[in-house]
């Protein structure tokens, strides 16, 4: 049972799979993200050991890890008492071939031995059916059959079948490879596949982040943040998922667990723009398609689908996971597909945008496709002043919460802007009269006048982390003094220490308890937006400080202690990371 989020994440846009400190694959799903986790030792299963793949070092004393510059690829070296050690490669084999990306469902293993004598064990123990079941097992001379319902795994290895069957263990003397992937049969020999792989992807990965964009400062931060993105996206589909994990509380002992395997439309224009920060076109623009296939369609938009455009997402208990650290419930879907969320018209819209003004896309936007995004314009000027749940899901109360009338009112204009990019002075003149009255409505009822600063609904008093994005999205100018107001407001009641609250009124689950993460780089961003500059940069140092030893972080931050909590890894958080990277570094021409 992994006792914190120091974990590693590999994968191919197919697959992806967790490893913790120990080089211990402890969550993992097939055939893709949001499948059966096979590997779910993560969340504690009670009815059957295992869920986990793990090269297990006699006599261990300590372990080390990085992953490779530049790449996806994961190096683990285990130390044992006896001057013995032993380097353990991970990695999902990914890179282009035939003019498509070579991306199987498929973990790769290499172990070898760096020092003395080391004794080891490889114990490889799927499970099926959410940990509720052992799947029946078959061998051959060389392989290992794991019959998973729906999809059948395939260890094909150099190591002696019997060995690894019966965990038994041996003294490592020479390098040893091990495959883990569909039940096809290798073409090669098994350790002459896995050195190819791992030098074509860390070709792979090496080659995609030698074209980002990236900022003077925190290289190494935005780096690892845009390979973790990347890695969050389903390439069948171009679906960028919000965590690789389901329930991991937001903090100790809460109920607060939820399945994080989908795509939420309100991330979709903050995702956009960090992709295009980062130059990272191809990713971007598979994402922006996965939006636009969802706004095509005809009908109310839900704040969240599957990655494969699933709209049901039915949520239950797993009784056979006890959870995080044996705290659960362990859920499996998010009923937040049910929920009404305005602000998901205008995010769209807003993600969408990009395909007017990028000449780089291979399929830029058209007069066609502006007019689908009009009927998500039309939704978002019917609702803007309508109670809905929230950008943070609310499952108790309903209310006309300021982020979403402004994100419908973003949407309106963004509206107008595309129409006068493609010269429809019509059809921009009548989106930019609605946008004009909704911001003006919206202006009226939340600014609190007598507070002195906006507050989180219309005609409420309550503070949220949302109203931190005004400026961002362009509502008010970052010098308004109604928004410089509301940041400092922000600040003194939702900040403590170096990392926020995203609201502290309670909620269907009592008040929470720990720091949303995105919205600590949403107050980052705001500070340098007001001038506040070396404060926002002190702070970013720190907050950076909190990322687990691998550079990765969750959804939640403990205030106190920093311990990371909350669905992992979460890409709005890295999102955050990467824009306010952006924002706050010193310009190139410094280091010349």
């Not at 239950?316 to 859920?331: A, E, N």
Request: glycine share 8%; with cysteine; net charge negative.
């Amino acid at each position: 049972m992994t006792a914190n989020l120091d974990l590693g994440i590999i994968g191919n846009g197919s697959i992806a799979a967790l490893v913790d400190e120990h080089a211990r694959v402890v969550w993992g799903c097939v055939p893709a993200f949001d499948g059966d986790p096979v590997f779910c030792a993560l969340l504690s299963p009670n009815e059957h050991p295992g869920g986990d793949y793990a090269i297990e070092l006699e006599d261990f004393v300590t372990a080390e890890q990085h992953y490779l510059a530049n790449t996806a690829v994961l190096r683990t070296v285990l130390r044992d008492r006896h001057g013995g050690a032993v380097e353990i490669t991970d990695f999902a084999p990914r890179w282009h071939q035939y003019e498509r990306f070579y991306r199987p469902v498929m973990l790769l293993r290499r172990v070898r031995p760096l020092a003395g004598s080391p004794r080891v064990r490889v114990r490889l123990r799927p499970l099926a059916d959410y940990g509720a079941t052992q799947p029946e097992i078959t061998w051959g001379s060389n392989h290992i059959r794991y019959l998973v319902p729906g999809f059948t795994l395939r260890l094909t290895s150099d190591v002696p079948v019997r060995l690894v069957r019966d965990a038994s263990p041996f003294v490592l003397d020479r390098e040893l490879h091990l495959v883990l992937g569909p039940d096809e049969s290798l073409t090669r020999p098994v350790a002459a596949f896995v050195r190819h792989a791992e030098e074509r992807t860390i070709a792979y990965w090496r080659e995609w982040v030698r074209f980002l964009s990236i900022p003077l400062e925190w290289q190494d931060a935005v780096i690892r943040s845009a390979i973790t993105l990347k890695l969050c996206q389903y390439e069948e589909t171009g679906a960028i998922v919000a965590a690789m994990t389901t329930s991991i509380p937001e903090a100790a002992h809460t109920v607060r667990n939820w399945d994080y395997r989908y795509c939420w439309l309100r991330d979709a224009a903050f995702v956009v723009r960090a992709l295009n920060r980062l130059g990272a076109t191809r990713t971007m623009e598979g994402y922006i398609g996965y939006v636009f296939n969802i706004a095509s369609a005809d009908g109310k938009m839900q704040p969240l689908y599957g990655i494969g455009f699933e709209r049901e997402l039915s949520e239950d208990v797993v009784p056979s996971l006890s959870g995080y650290r044996g705290m659960g419930p362990v859920r499996r879907g998010n009923l937040a597909w049910l929920q009404s969320q305005h602000d998901v018209y205008g995010s769209v819209v807003l993600a969408s945008t990009q395909l007017f003004f990028d000449q780089r896309l291979n399929r830029p936007g058209d007069v066609a496709t502006f007019e689908q995004l009009e009927a998500h314009g039309e939704r978002a000027h019917a609702l803007y002043d309508q109670p809905d749940a929230g950008l943070w899901e609310f499952r108790g109360r309903a209310e006309v919460h300021t982020y979403s009338s402004v994100m419908c009112w973003a949407g309106c204009d963004r509206l107008a802007r595309i129409a006068a990019q493609l010269g429809l002075a019509d059809r921009s003149a009548h989106w930019r009269h609605r946008a004009d009255t909704m911001q003006a409505k919206i202006l009226e009822h939340a600014y609190d006048a007598r507070l002195g600063h906006f507050v989180e609904s219309l005609d409420g008093s309550r503070l949220d982390a949302s109203l931190l994005l005004l400026a961002d999205l362009g509502f008010v100018a970052a010098d308004d003094p109604r928004f410089v107001a509301t940041v400092e407001a922000v600040g003194r009641a939702l900040r403590r220490g170096d990392a926020l609250f995203r609201y502290i009124a309670p909620d269907d689950f009592g008040e929470p308890e720990t720091s949303f993460t995105i919205c600590t780089f949403w107050y980052i961003d705001a500070l340098a937006a007001i001038g506040r500059i070396d404060e926002a940069r002190a702070m970013f140092e720190r907050i950076l400080a909190r990322r687990n030893p691998l550079g990765l972080m969750s959804e939640d931050l403990e205030f106190d202690g920093g311990e990371a909590w909350g669905n992992f890894p979460q890409t709005y958080s890295h999102v955050g990371l990467i824009i306010a990277a952006m924002r706050l570094s010193r310009p190139w021409q410094d280091a010349a």
